[in-house]
Structures are given as structure tokens and as C-alpha cells.
């Protein structure tokens, strides 16, 4: 089950495919989208990922298969944040309120503060803290930051999971299908009722 919030945006139209794993959850005004991965019939090097995170070349037999933007098992898209492929996402990782991911790889148990940017083409290992506001555009940037653990987002993710996956379970138990139907009984009470009062 993934959580998927009003206002989230899942673009497929460009770079595709996007895969969103798990657990994981979008939060409101959340952006996924990539650039192409193709141009005038050919493959565009570095624009897709392996579900194991590997960055492929156009000419690897496994671009075909691979992912624009892939999103990890119980990750976090905290409000507002914009994830812009080719990008990949570990598992368990929380990117704050209003980040940037874009052209880059995020590695497992991560956590993005809120807001920061990563791009360039870097990659930040597992377990690894990008502080509240912090622009990543280098390779020696990434290498450079903080553990997650001790650090202040060390438990953010958990804490974000359960409440959305709280709010995932309450929807079923609601039983969507009594949504849906109610929700289209006012599209179509709006939609007869089209006459204009008289002037």
C-alpha cells in the first residue's frame, strides 16, 4: 500500500517509468517527475536506475526495464517536496518539507532536511543526515555529511510512517468503494443541475 495525499503529482508523461514501493507515502503538494529518457529514438545515458540503484547507460541492455525515478519501501515525501528524475530513493529514507531531489541517488535510512536540494549527479550513501537547508551539488559535498543517527531527523521517518500508515488503514476501513460511489452521486447532481437562474 503506498499513501498517496490530495494535491500529490505523479507525472508520468516524460521520463518514465516511476516506481513508488511499499510503505511509502506522498504527501501533500508532492511532485514526481523525470526528464526523458529517450530522444529521436535513443536512449539518453544516466536517465534511468536499476531497482538497485545503479545508474545505466543508454547502450545497457537493462535501460529498458529500468526506472526514472524510483521511490523506496516506507519512504517519505514529506509536503511540498519535489522529486525530479532521474532520481532514486532507498528505503526507509524521509525527505523534509519542500526538498529537492533531482539528479541524484538517495541512499537507505536517509534523512533530508527541510528544505535542501541534492543534485549534480551525487550520490549519498546509507544512513546519512543532509541538514535543513544545505544545497548538495558535488560528490564531496555528499561525502561529507553527518550520520542520520544521533543526529536531530534521526526518528522523523518512523514517526511520519506511522501516522500516514494510520491514515491509510482508517481509509479502508472506511471502504473506499462507499467514497467513490458517494463521490460520484455529486458529480452527477452537479452535473444535471447546468440551468442558470433567470437574470
Known sequence: M?????????????????????????????????????NNGHNIDGRKFTGDGERLGGSDPRFADGYAVWIGSNTSLAHGSMIHGPAWIG?????????MIFNAKIGDDVAVGVPATVTGGVEIADG?????????????????????????????????????????????KASLEII?????????????ETSMPDP
Not at 508520468?12 to 529518457?37: C, F, K, S, W, Y
Not at 528505503?91 to 526538498?99: A, Q, R, Y
Not at 543526529?151 to 522523523?156: C, L, M, V
Not at 467513490?180 to 444535471?192: K, S
Request: net charge negative; hydrophobic share 40%.
Open 2 to 38: 503506498v499513501f498517496v495525499a490530495p494535491t500529490a503529482v505523479c507525472r508520468g508523461d516524460e521520463g518514465t517509468p516511476i516506481r513508488i514501493n511499499a510503505g511509502a507515502n506522498m504527501q501533500d503538494g508532492v511532485v514526481i517527475h523525470a526528464l526523458e529518457t529517450r
Open 91 to 99: 528505503n526507509n529514507t524521509f525527505v523534509g518539507m519542500e526538498s
Open 180 to 192: 467513490i460511489q458517494e463521490r460520484e452521486r455529486m458529480m452527477e447532481r452537479g452535473m444535471v
Open 128 to 172: 546519512k543526515f543532509v541538514p535543513p537547508g544545505l544545497v548538495i551539488m558535488t560528490q564531496a559535498d555528499a561525502d561529507a555529511l553527518p550520520d542520520r543517527q544521533g543526529g536531530p531527523y534521526e526518528h522523523t521517518n518512523a514517526a511520519v510512517l506511522h501516522v500516514n500508515q494510520q491514515l491509510a488503514e482508517e481509509y479502508d
